[in-house]
Structure formats: structure tokens, C-alpha cells
């Protein structure tokens, strides 16, 4: 692996944002707004609370957590991670890499959360709602995953790695090129 350069360097400049920044609200929220816990209403559709999710993505394997799965969790995150790292090593569009870079940000940011935190869960507080009905609660780090996913599979599927040089033509080639 050679040394990162401005892209790389960029992506994982914005991983370490997406790490802090997440790592910080959940502090904020556990150790200022939610003393006590409670639902802190913000609008009509949306709501600070306090949850730890101790399984995968809304909450998938939560019910019966056992002792060893915040490290499983973890490692498995940490793994996909390093992969991402590697495969940011040989971008070289901008949107696919800092895709790469939100979803590693996130994914440690969550990970330090089962390691860490006594609770062995990840802390979620965002909480969208309508007529009744809730979605899962998420955190910051959630949403930098599904922004980089979505980054990926916009790039995957329109842009086909160019990353983000769409032409008129939608081939790839510049007008007038034959």
C-alpha cells in the first residue's frame, strides 16, 4: 500500500470527522440532555431519546444478546473497515471514496460504543416519528453509513465509478467524441 494521497487523505480526513462528531453527540446526549433519561420533544415529528442497541441494524438480533456479541459485532465491523480502508487505497473518484469515508467513520464510531461503553451497546437518540408511528432510533454514525452506502450505490448505479463525472452523453465520453 503506498501513501494516501489527496483523495485518500481527504476520506479519511472526513472518517475521523464522522468518528468525532459522533462520538461527542453521544456524549452530549448521555451525559447532559438525558440527565434524566426521558423522550425531549423537538417538533412534532421528532424526538431526542436514550437507546442502546445491542443487536446489528434496527436492533436485528437484540433480544437475546449474549456476552460475546459486542465483540462479534465489533470485530466484524472493525474487519469491513479495514477492507473499505484497502479498497480506498485504489480509488480514485471522489464520490466512492469518500463513501468509503463516511462508513468507516461510522462504523468505528459504533464499534467504540459496544467496546467501550459499560452498556456493551450502541447509543441511539434520534428519533423520527409520524402519526403514531416510529422509526428506529439512530445516532449520527447511523446516518453517515447509510449516506456512504447510498453515495456507493449511486455511484455504482449512475456514475458506473466515474465519480461523479456524468456526462450529456451517459456513455462516459465527452460530447462531440466519437
Known amino acids: 500500500m503506498t501513501a494516501p494521497g489527496r483523495l485518500q487523505t481527504r476520506a479519511l480526513g472526513l472518517a475521523l470527522l464522522v468518528l468525532v462528531l459522533d462520538q461527542a453527540s453521544k456524549w452530549w446526549i448521555v451525559e447532559h440532555v438525558m440527565q434524566p433519561p426521558r423522550i425531549v420533544e423537538v417538533t412534532g415529528f421528532f424526538n431526542l431519546v436514550l437507546t442502546y442497541n445491542y443487536g446489528v441494524s434496527f436492533g436485528l438480533f437484540s433480544g437475546a444478546a449474549a456476552a460475546w ?10 474487519a469491513i473497515s479495514l477492507g473499505l480502508l484497502y479498497w480506498l487505497w485504489q480509488l480514485n473518484h471522489w464520490l466512492p471514496a469518500l463513501a468509503v469515508g463516511l462508513i468507516v467513520g461510522g462504523a468505528i464510531g459504533n464499534s467504540l460504543d459496544r467496546i467501550f461503553r459499560s452498556e456493551r451497546g450502541v447509543v441511539d437518540f434520534l428519533d423520527f416519528h409520524l402519526a403514531g408511528w416510529h422509526w428506529f432510533a439512530f445516532n449520527l ?8 452506502v447510498a453515495g456507493l450505490v449511486w455511484d455504482g448505479l449512475f456514475l458506473q465509478g466515474r465519480g461523479g463525472t456524468v456526462t450529456a452523453s451517459g456513455d462516459g465520453r465527452e460530447q462531440g467524441e466519437s
Open 141 to 148: 454514525a447511523d446516518s453517515a453509513i447509510v449516506l456512504g
Open 69 to 78: 456479541q459486542p465483540w462479534l459485532l465489533s470485530g466484524l465491523a472493525l
